[in-house]
């Protein structure tokens, strides 16, 4: 599904996901080695694949996720 990345006042990334109709704040990043991508947990319990860039990326940015999990936010 496809998501916008940005960064908020706060320097946090948020995530739109317009299929859904869902904005959530990136919680967590667990990634492999250097670059920006890989699992994002978000503010709603989502757990995200984002392709791997070798930097950061300009945001705003439209990428290709995959969701491959929930988790229960409490």
Known sequence: MKATFRKNINGQIEVYIPKKDLEAVVIE?????????????????????VPYHDKE???????EVKKIGEEVVT
């Open 29 to 49: 990043i667990q990634k492999e080695g250097d670059g920006w991508g890989g699992i994002f947990k978000l503010s709603n319990g989502w757990v995200l694949e």
């Open 57 to 63: 990326p300009s945001f705003p940015i439209t990428l």
